[in-house]
Structure formats: C-alpha cells, structure tokens
C-alpha cells in the first residue's frame, strides 16, 4: 500500500506503507532524532506528533507502532522539525530532566503535547501528559521540576491563546508550518479502509495496531487499519443507550465522554488504561476483539451490560468471548460499537486493577463493580473479574447472594463462598496463581470499602 | 547543568546508532545458544548462506586470531566451539545487507547438540563446587566468644534478586575498516580501551592497529563495562573478514535475553547484641550467582566483602564469600557493584535484630553508627564524622522524630492505608578496588583560535563526567567554560584507558585534568611574563584581564610554545593484600542517609514510595544540579530494585521478563518527592576542588523502600514471617500481608 502524508512541513510519499514511522524516519530519512528504545510502546522515546485532517490538534503517538499508512494524509512533527533555538527546550534543559539523553526527545515532544492538548496545564496534569516517558537516569524529580517551569512560563498564555499551534509557532516552539484546517471526517461507511473488509483475504483488520505491531513484523501481512480519528460521531446519545465508537482512539473517547458527562466513570477507566500515546491510538475494539484475559475494556463493559454492535450483529458483550484470547467474532466481522444501556451509567461504578507499577501496567487482576443501593442494602450489583481466569468473568453467583446485603456488613464470608468456584487462575511473569486468587478476593473486599465510602459521602 | 541537555532534548546529540554509515555497510545478526547447557555438534548454515542478501556467515573456525574475551579468568569464547553454556551464547555471526535479511539469516541456522542438566539455584552450584575462584573470608575479633557471650543473637537468610540494567540504548557497535589491517570500531562501551585489546586479539591483530571511539552513551550502569565486548569484537570480526563495515546492534528482546544482569545472591547471616542494642558480633556468608562465565563477578564479590558492615561499627566480624557458576547469562557490573546486596544483608540482620528485640530499628542504627577511629576489617581507619553529621542533620532538618511520631499516631488504629518511615545509613569506598585501575591520563589542547579541547579516558553515560571536566579545565586554566570541549572518548588520543566505572570516572580524570592544565597555566603565565612583560599569577583569570586569552594564545603559538599538555594520574597510597586481606584499598569513603516514607495499601498489597530526604557527604560540587541528578536518579533506581523490578525466569532457564511491558521500572507517578541535602565538608585531598563521587552510593540509599514496606506489613500482620527477598514486590507484599 501507497503512503503520502506531511512531514515536518515537507510531503512524503511512497510505495511501501507497512515500514514502521519510526524505522523510516531514523533509517531512510536519517532523521535520527526520534529514539526507539523499547519499540513497543512502553517508554514514549520515540513519540512524534500527529495530526490527521479529520482531527482539531496535533496529538503525541508512539513512532514504533505506527506505520506509513497510517499516517496516511496526515501532519507528522517531529523532534527533528521543530525550530531551533527552540524557548522551550532551554526551560528543559536547565531543570536536569535528562542524563543520558536518550529519552530526552520524546520527553520535549510529550511536553509539547500537554502545551497542546492540557486543560488546566498544573503540575498534575502535566505529570499525568508525561508519565509514559520512562527514563532511567535521573529519578523524574528533573520531570517535575520542568512541568514546573514550563507550566509557569506557558500556562498563562496558552490557556487564553484561542490558537495554540499559533501561539507555540510565534514563540518558536513549534515549526512554522502550514497547518491543515480541521475537517469532518467520513461516516463509517465511507471510512477508505471499511469497504476493504468485505473482501478481506489473508490482510489482517487493526485498530489503532497497538497491540498489533508488537508481534507482527512489517510487511509480512497486509493489515487494514480500521482506526478512526474523526472527531464526529465518537459517543452518541440516544434514549435508552450511551453508544461509544469501537474504532475511535480510546483518549478521544474518553475526551467525548467527558465533554458530554454521560459515563464518569470512564474517566477513572481512562487512567488506569495505557499511556497517553497509546491512548491516542488505541481503539476499544482492538482491546475487546483481543480478547485478552486482563483487557481492562472487557472487565469494564462487560460490568456495564454493554451490547457490542459489529458490522453483522448485535450481541451482549459476555457473549463474545470463547477461551483464552479467543473470539466468536467472524472473519470479515468488525466490532463498530459498543452500547451501554443508559439505565446502568446512573449506578455506582468502581474500576480498580493492580499491577506492578500501578499506572502505564498490565493489569495482574483487574476488577469492575457497578452497584446500585437502597436503604443502605445492595439492590443491584455486576461484578467483573479479569486476570483470573481465561476470559474475564462476571460473578454472578456471587452477585445473587449479595442482593439485600447490607453495607453494615462485610461481604468476606460471601466472597469467600462464591469466589472459588468462578475463576481459574494461571502462573505467568506478572504474578503467581496464588497471588491472583488472593488478589481476586482482595479486589472484591476493595469494591466494598468503596460501596460504602461513596454510601457515607451521599 | 549538563551542556549536552540542549542537544538531548532537540535531538541533536549522536549515539552509535545515529552515526552516519558507508553505503557499504553490512548489517550483523547473532546466532546464539538456544540452550542454557549443552554441547554443540554441528553447524547447518547452508540456508542462510543462500539466502539473498545474506553476505557471510561466520564461526569460531573464522577467528585468525584468539577466539577468547574473558579478562579475569580465560573461560569465555567469542563464539561457541563446544560448550554452551547459556541461552544466548553466540555461535555465529551473519552479515547481510540489511538489518531484517541479517536477522532472517540468523533465525535460518540450524544447530545439532546434546542437552546437559542444568543449574540455576546459586546454593546447589555451591555444594557441587560450581565456583569461580577461592571462597574470601575478612575476620576482624573473635565472634565465637562474642557470639557465645551475647544477649541477643539472631540470624537468617537473605535474598538478593537479580536487576536488569535497561539502559535505554542497546548493545550496539560498528567496525570500520581501515587500510589493510586497521579498524576503528565505534562502541557504545563504558571501556573501550579492553574492546581495543580484546578486538586485537580476536583479529590476531597489534593493539595499534584498532581505535575505539564511544560518542556517548545511552544509558549504561554498569551494563557496558564488560558485556559491550562480544559485540564490539563480532562486528570487528565481520568487517575484518569482509572488508566491508559493519554494524552490529541488539534489539531491546535480544538485549534482555543475552546479557547479564546484577549478581543474585544468596546469604546467611548471624548477629549478636548486647542488652542495650550495641552490635556485639557479626557473620555472614555470600553465594554470589555469577552466571555462566567469570566476567567481573570475583570483582564484584570483593566490594561485598568490602560493604559487609555497611556504616555500622562491629567489633567481632566474619564475613566469607564465594562467587558461584551457573547457567544464567554471565551476571556482571551494575552500579553499586556488590554493595547493595552486602547492605540489604547487614540491614535485614539488623531489622531482625530490632524485631527479636522489640526496639525501633533506627535506634539500633543510630548507636552502631561508625565513629572517627574505627578500624575496618579490612584495615581502613573512619577518618571523619561526616557519618554522624548526616545522621543527625537529617533527623534535625527533616524532624525525622517528629515524623515518627505522627507516623505512629496515623497508624494506631490501623487504618487500610499503613505509612512507614525507614532510615539507610551508608559508607561507601572510592576507588577500583582492583588497585591498578586506578589511573587516568588526560590531554588538554589548546587550538589557536583559543578554544579548548580536551581528551579523557572516561566515557559520558549521563553522569556528567564531560561537563565536570569542562568546569575543572575552565577553573585551572581560569577562562570561560564555554571556550572548553571535551572529546568523544578515543582509545587513540586517551591510551591504556581503565573503564568508566565505580563512580571513580570524575575524580581520576579531573585529577589528571588538574595536573595538565597547571603545567600549561604555568608556561602560559611564564611566556606572558617575558613576552609582555607583565608579571601575571597562576591565578590569573583571562577572561577579566587585559592581555586577552586570543591574544596570548596566538603569541604563544607564534613564539613556538607548546599549548597540548598531557598528563596522568594514579590514585596515591592504594593496596590491598588479598592475602592477609588488609590494605588501603580506597581513597577516601563517602557518607549519606536517606529516610524513605512509604505507604501501604494492606487491603490490596500495593505501596507507594511516598518521599525520600537524604543528607550525604559531597564535599564540594562541581555542578550541583548533575549531582542532585546523581542522587535523586541511583535512588530510584535503587528504590525499583527494591520493590517493582523483578526478573523471571522459566524452569529450562528462559527469560520470561524480556521487555518494558513484562519488566517494569519506576515511572513518574511512582516515583518520590526527593529532596536532598548536601554537607560541604571542608576539604578532601583526593578529589579534584574538594568535590565527592557520587555516582553508585545513592542507588544504596534507595534499599531502605524495601524495609519501610516490611515495616508497614508487620503492623498489620504481627505474625507475618521474616522475608528478607529482594525485590519486595506488591505480589509478595501481598502475600505476606495475609500470610
């Protein structure tokens, strides 16, 4: 497949658009800038800027788990376009964010991407823009140091700039490129890569290829990307659903949630999911149809009775999974949408996963509660476990007997009784069997302590 | 600051693997041991060699010279004949025209061998005598009548895991070849006068005949000082037997697999006290997981023996130690050397030692602190109180008291959210302690246009190495520090060069710096004296004087006078007798404590590493915001070994942990609030201006996370056992809370 897309001002274009962005950028452009450290995502060195014609803002994605074609129309920035005598760089460079150096562009691009797209532009935020660039030298208190002086100096004037590619190209920060006005993009049916999908053949159907480009080397299948950047018809509101696009980014997602304040807890979700630039990619189709164990989607939806809409059917999301990273989806099925009935989005819902790290981790255990109480008694409960068995897994025998529970009490004597049964955890590198079925248990005490703290604060 | 910041942060500075290439070039890709032990019986490279693109593939029977790059012992082939001896073993090296059809090349070979049984447990390699080298033993007193007489004694096992450097650069080299017979081979290594040595070797080549350049690196810790080597030379085997250049890089898996990692241990210790919580005696015994071959691992276990009492005085101590074979890829160097592993172990026995005696540990710390005076086992006498100046000026600037108290009190009625403070004592020596290593030789050049070069035998990996020279350079010579530039280290213009290692880099090359510029300073002031007739001092500085440093440098060059200036420095006063096991083995110690907070969350098992203040002996900085960068980066790193950072392995020996998703180091949100104090003790003769090193010992202030979560976990389960296992992640956290 062809690519033609803006780089850095200049357009580029040729016949092989399964090279991944970042081989082509160090490789046959020499623009060695951009450093790959861990190319899979992970570390954020190699972190570019991207603005596709149907998006308002340029947007920090991971170089190493793009390819060519799916920059395809795009505007690519990066470390090697950006001006020299660069201000920002300067605040950067005296606050000892960088030692080795090697994270240190993708560390400029991800600040540059909170200038971008920050709300507030605090400490906080910037901490949380960041966090997906690992370093292994200086301990990030450099990192916070020039949020700090970063925040300071631009916050201010960008929070009142009504253009802040404008305002960052007239300090310098950014090229002075010619920047793509903002179009609305395609409907689903005319995506360019969706009529593709009722002839696929050997071709492979990615979301946004997070997960994809880990294993799959470049140009040994073809793959249609069915991700879409489009910022129209993200989440739609109807009577009885809150229906959220499968194939948009899953930060854009969360962004329209949040703007139509339709599902709170989904910011919560939000947070604990990947990195921002794996956000930025990532679709919640591809997390669903991978099917993996500890998806956090799948924990999550599948505790909000979603129905999954794909381009054959409707079908409830527990449905959808036959075994370990196995779907019933069929060849030529797309997963397009996924719908919350809106009558759950008014419970209470608590999404919670541990990991090693905490945030930017796979989850060892991850667990999703959506509660509903009366009188200080549960009267309506889902409770979703993921990690612990071969496909997440609802509690329902648990659920049942936690009807009429009151908050007086503890759940432990329930959890214990009904637990075991239900799951079937593995050894692997993130923790032990024994762990995980304490974790489990632990996890659904956890749900209960925030039952009742949100009971007390209504 | 770092001067190279600027170029970091837009991108502009050149690693190994943004150095321009030859059209030429040939891309290598390593065939290795699929096995962890076995012999090798044949090689089937036929398809490969078919494959298009694929240039060369070549074997042990290719190397014209020695097939051998082992240093401390000869026990590590550059391409297997026979014996393999880890998974990731190199066996063959395939040369093609790009990177993919190298590695396809590679993954076309076949191999025919017989398994052999394997051991991966460091204590079963120690009872079937698997050992590189003598078990060591420092004795200091009697312990066996301290022992016997004692009111407390106390003992148990400690576990030390293994860490994963993850430098975030790779293994990467390339050779270049040069006329008939000579090379320069580009290297991302902490040593590249042993890459010249070993390359020559390996190629039956003079030593003159390889030049060595490192740019900088991405990342090291100890991960490049010796485990640069295989590739470096494979590369200069393939451009020697091609005549083309080549460009050897690992990609981050195969980094993962192949490499070694820091020495797991495994250790028995024994303390005793008196009444009071005075540390009576002490006996310990360290099983050092070497890995397959000998690599640095005897080196490493001698710093062991070295920090057995961390910053405690002991008066009866018996330490022994033996480093142990195994069939892991050859563990080696990572900052801290052997230390925190001596240290995690002193600390384990003297947190058992405050359980068994119902006291707060800090106090049994506090009252065994090392005093002016004391002798070591080893020989060495405390020669200052700086231990005790950060102790105490910690506890007074950071109200270390009053945060236990309040500590306490959110704990009494134990709520979910546990809060621990643990406070880390540390003495830590500096110098090689292989005595010969200990040298430096530096040349400072200045160019007519008046700007300054200088060459030095370290290599800048982030430590700031190249900027604290600038400064010294700037100093001594008293011109602008912006009119100095530090070469990329080469094997050419720095010869005979030691590796950059245990945090020794700064002070032998400044040293040497010093000496340099104060012989060009004095024929500069001589020459100005009698050309212009003006008396100037050695103190002089010339960016405020009236003859102008152009002006002077012009004259000078005019009037034939030499402007390069080579100079050379050895630590003076440096032995040790490794028979008698006494001796000066280090210039001078370095002192700091940390106190780490953390909080547990005991329904779920995960922990925060809430904030870390540390006070240490800096003597005078050169550049504070590189030494912060030094401390606040070596805790965190130290803080992950100490919890997160947890390396698995299959039962045949397969990495299971093999990339950022599965091996996990700290992020930004996981990281602490750092805030530091340095003590700017008056003088220290052996550092250049006075200044400390500061490399390694602030990774050891981060072990105290481990103690501050096991704190937090024994206030919730009284009866949680003893678990002295490094890393303390949220798994075993976890588990031992509901044990």
């Not at chain 1, 854009?252 to 949630?257: F, R, Y």
């Not at chain 1, 919640?284 to 009775?305: Q, R, T, V």
Request: hydrophobic share 40%; charged share 20%.
């Amino acid at each position: 497949m062809t690519f033609a897309f803006d780089l850095n001002g200049k357009a580029v274009s040729g016949d092989d658009g399964s090279v991944l962005l970042i081989d082509f950028l160090r490789y046959q452009l020499h623009l060695s800038g951009t450093k790959a450290a861990c190319r899979e995502g992970d570390c954020g060195s190699c972190q570019v800027l991207v603005k596709s014609p149907a998006a308002r803002m340029f947007k920090a994605m991971p170089s190493c788990l793009m390819r060519l074609q799916d920059c395809q129309n795009c505007q690519v920035i990066t470390i090697d376009g950006l001006p020299k005598n660069n201000p920002l760089i300067t605040t950067l460079a005296s606050s000892g964010a960088s030692q080795c150096g090697y994270c240190s562009p993708g560390l400029t691009i991800g600040l540059i991407n909170w200038l971008l797209n920050g709300k507030a532009l605090s400490e906080t935020e910037g901490a949380s823009f960041i966090n997906a660039n690992l370093c292994r030298c200086t301990g990030y208190m450099g990192q916070k140091r020039a949020i700090k002086a970063i925040g300071e100096e631009y916050s201010h004037l960008l929070l009142s700039a009504e253009d802040r590619v404008a305002f960052l190209q007239k300090v310098n920060v950014l090229p002075k490129i010619v920047v793509h006005a903002y179009h609305q993009n395609t409907t689903p049916a005319q995506s360019p890569y969706y009529a593709q999908v009722q002839n696929k053949s050997a071709a492979i159907l990615a979301g946004g290829g997070t997960d994809l480009y880990l294993h799959n080397k470049p140009s040994e299948n073809p793959v249609i990307s069915l991700l879409k950047t489009g910022e129209d018809h993200v989440v739609r509101m109807s009577d009885d659903c809150v229906s959220i696009s499968a194939l948009h980014p899953i930060q854009l997602v969360a962004d329209t949630i949040d703007t139509l304040a339709c599902l709170p807890a989904f910011s919560s979700f939000n947070h604990w999911f990947a990195s921002l630039p794996i956000r930025n990619r990532a679709t919640l189709g591809g997390n669903l149809a991978n099917a993996s164990p500890i998806a956090d989607g799948i924990c999550f939806f599948m505790a909000l009775d979603t129905i999954i809409e794909t381009n054959l059917r409707q079908v409830p999301i527990g449905q959808l999974f036959s075994g370990f990273k196995q779907t019933d989806l069929s060849l030529n099925e797309v997963i397009t949408w996924l719908h919350v009935p809106k009558s759950v989005t008014r419970d209470y819902i608590y999404f919670e996963k541990v990991s090693r790290r905490g945030t930017t981790d796979i989850a060892v255990v991850n667990c999703c509660g959506r509660w509903q109480i009366t009188d200080n008694n549960v009267s309506r409960v889902a409770l979703v476990l993921g990690g612990a068995s071969p496909v997440p897994v609802r509690l329902t025998s648990l659920e049942n007997n936690l009807l009429g529970h009151s908050l007086q009490e503890s759940i432990e004597e329930l959890v214990d009784t009904h637990l075991d049964a239900a799951i079937s955890p593995i050894d692997d590198s993130r923790g032990s069997k024994v762990y995980r079925r304490l974790l489990a248990k632990q996890l659904l005490l956890s749900q209960w302590e925030s039952v009742k703290e949100k009971a007390n604060h209504a | 600051m770092h001067n190279d910041s600027e170029l970091h942060f837009s991108g502009q500075s050149t690693f190994v693997d943004d150095w321009p290439l030859p059209e030429t070039t040939l891309y290598a890709a390593v065939f290795v041991s699929p096995i962890a032990n076995g012999l090798l019986k044949s090689i089937d490279a036929q398809k490969a060699r078919a494959m298009p693109g694929v240039k060369a593939v070549l074997t042990a029977a290719d190397i014209a010279g020695e097939n051998q790059i082992g240093e401390i012992m000869p026990d590590e082939e550059l391409l297997a004949t026979k014996n393999l001896k880890f998974i990731g073993k190199p066996i063959a090296l395939v040369l093609a025209d790009s990177p993919a059809t190298a590695q396809q090349g590679a993954q076309a070979i076949e191999i025919a061998y017989d398994e052999l049984a394997t051991e991966f447990n460091v204590r079963n390699a120690y009872h079937n005598n698997m050992t590189f080298g003598d078990e060591r033993q420092f004795t200091k007193g009697d312990t066996k009548s301290a022992f016997e007489q004692a009111k407390w004694v106390v003992s148990g096992q400690v576990s030390c895991a293994a860490q994963e450097h993850l430098y975030f650069e790779t293994q990467i080299s390339i050779a270049i070849p040069v006329d008939k017979d000579r090379l320069k081979i580009i290297s991302a290594s902490q040593n590249p006068s042993a890459i010249q040595k070993l390359a020559a070797k390996v190629l039956g080549l003079s030593m003159n005949s390889i030049e060595v350049e490192v740019p900088r690196l991405g990342g090291a810790f100890g991960g490049k000082e010796e485990q640069a080597k295989p590739w470096a030379c494979l590369a200069a085997l393939g451009a020697q037997l091609t005549g083309h250049p080549v460009k050897l890089a690992l990609s981050r898996q195969q980094d993962m697999h192949w490499t070694g990692k820091r020495h797991p241990y495994s250790a028995d210790y024994r303390i005793a006290a008196d009444e009071t919580g005075r540390i009576q005696a002490y006996d310990v015994k360290f099983l050092q997981d070497g890995g397959a071959v000998a690599d640095l691992s005897t080196a490493v276990l001698e710093r062991t023996l070295f920090h057995a009492t961390n910053a405690y005085q002991i008066p009866n101590a018996n330490v022994k130690a033996v480093s142990c074979r195994t069939h892991h890829p050859s563990n080696t160097a990572f900052r801290g050397f052997g230390a925190p592993q001596a240290i995690f172990t002193i600390e384990a026995a003297i947190d058992h030692l405050a359980c068994a005696m119902n006291l707060p540990r800090w106090k049994i710390q506090q009252k065994n602190l090392l005093q002016p005076g004391y002798r070591f086992d080893y020989g060495m006498t405390v020669q200052t109180d700086a231990l005790q100046n950060c102790w105490q000026q910690l506890f007074k600037h950071k109200k270390i008291e009053m945060r236990l108290a309040d500590i306490q009190k959110h704990n009494a009625n134990k709520p979910r959210y546990i809060r621990s403070l643990a406070l880390t004592p540390l003495c830590f020596g500096i110098s090689f302690t292989a005595t010969h290593l200990n040298q430096a030789s530096v040349t400072v050049t200045i160019y007519t246009d008046a700007s300054i070069g200088v060459a030095i035998g370290a290599v800048e990996m982030g430590q700031g190495v190249v900027d604290k020279i600038a400064i010294i350079v700037a100093r001594s010579l008293g011109v602008s520090v912006k009119r100095v530039r530090v070469d990329f280290t080469n094997s050419s213009k720095s010869p005979n060069m030691s590796p950059t290692a245990a945090s020794v880099g700064a002070d032998l090359n400044s040293m040497a710096a010093i000496k340099a510029c104060e012989k060009l300073k004095l024929r500069l002031v001589d020459f100005s004296n009698t050309f212009y007739g003006v008396d100037l001092s050695p103190e002089t500085n010339f960016e405020n004087n009236a003859i102008t440093w152009e002006d002077l440098v012009a004259n000078a060059y005019l009037q034939r006078i030499n402007l390069s200036e080579h100079a050379f420095y050895a630590t003076p006063d440096l032995y040790f007798d490794r028979v008698k096991e006494q001796g000066t083995p280090f210039s001078y110690h370095v002192y700091g404590v940390s106190a780490i907070e953390s909080t547990l969350d005991t329904l779920l098992g995960t922990y925060h590493i809430d904030n870390v203040d540390v006070v240490y002996d800096l003597g005078q900085s050169l550049d504070t915001i590189i030494d912060l960068g030094q401390m606040e980066g070596g805790l965190v790193q130290g803080i992950g070994y100490a919890t997160m950072e947890e390396i698995r392995w299959d039962e045949k020996g397969k990495l299971l942990t093999d990339s950022f998703a599965t091996y996990k180091i700290p992020d930004l949100l996981s990281s602490p609030q750092i805030s530091v104090d340095f003590i700017d003790s008056p003088s220290n003769p052996h550092g250049p201006f006075s200044a400390k090193a500061i490399g390694e010992p602030p990774l050891l202030l981060g072990l105290g996370a481990f103690f501050s979560i096991s704190d937090s976990i024994r206030l919730f389960n009284k009866t949680a056992p003893i678990n002295y296992t490094l890393p303390l992640t949220p798994e075993r956290a976890l588990l031992a809370l509901y044990s």
